[in-house]
């Protein structure tokens, strides 16, 4: 090639550049667009929407049974859970423990809708993790264990044990650190399909799982069929 083909050359890429990253530009501003619209409308439906459950009422019945050898407390919290809310928990054969991306814990979901999630979490080892900042307001009551929890903005931590219950707001990120056998209830009140794509990007670029994905996928859609099952006896459908 001569350097007048080179040149052409190097003129092509740097078309084909600044066609990318116009384009890139526009679907960025497209997205800004679209979010400004529909933050407002979900800020709005999430407000509005009836809840399943109360952070406090979780807490609560997370708390009776703490300080219990953990397998068990989760069984009475299941069962209990069973009772007040029925059709709205996943009966056992359903329910599944799967590793969470990017740190050595794993939870178990119980119930979930596009506004709720109720899981159970924790870890046998001890582990450090970034609790990424999510559009849900989270409370985890500790059934055994501690928890070392740090918020932005502070320069010391604070500790939970059993029968405590760590909260974290919505838009707010904190490091925590758990002891090995640490488990607790996790009740999360937000916009909980953003929730599980951070978790589904997490596993794609940290430790490309896609094991635990299907399974964190199949027991969400699951937990969505469930809900669904609920509202159409209750229209009287079925
Ligand atoms: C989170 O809690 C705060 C304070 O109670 C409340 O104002 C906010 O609406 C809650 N957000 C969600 C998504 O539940």
């Known amino acids: 090639m001569d350097v007048a083909g080179m040149r052409v050359g190097v003129h092509g890429v740097m078309a084909l550049g600044m066609a990318v990253l116009g384009a890139a530009c526009l679907a960025l501003l497209a997205l800004s ?4 619209c529909l933050v407002p ?3 709005g439906w999430l407000r509005d929407r009836p809840r399943m459950f109360d952070a406090d009422e979780v807490s609560r019945l997370a708390r009776q049974f703490s300080g219990l ?7 009475r919290v299941a069962t209990e859970l069973l009772r007040s809310h029925p059709g709205h928990i996943l009966p056992e054969e359903q329910r599944h423990w799967v590793l969470f991306p990017g740190r050595a814990s794993a939870h178990c979901l119980l119930h979930a809708s596009l506004t709720e999630q109720l899981q159970l979490s924790g870890t046998a080892l001890d582990t450090i993790a970034q609790s990424g900042r999510h559009w849900a307001n989270v409370s985890a009551t500790l059934v055994s264990g501690t928890v070392r929890q740090w918020k932005e903005g502070t320069m ?19 490091a925590e650190q758990w002891v090995a056998g640490t488990w607790m209830v996790e009740y999360s009140h937000g916009f909980i399909p953003l929730l599980l794509l951070t978790s589904f990007a997490e596993n794609l670029l940290t430790s490309n799982d896609l094991h635990s994905m299907f399974y964190m996928l199949r027991a969400y ?11 159409l006896q209750d229209a009287g459908f079925a």
């Open 33 to 36: 667009l679209l979010s400004a």
């Open 41 to 43: 409308l979900v800020v």
């Open 69 to 75: 050898e953990p397998g068990i407390a989760f069984q």
């Open 156 to 174: 010391t931590g604070e500790v939970f044990y059993a029968g405590d219950t760590v909260w974290r707001a919505s838009g707010e990120a904190t």
């Open 221 to 231: 859609i699951r937990a969505l069929h469930l809900e669904s099952l609920s509202a």
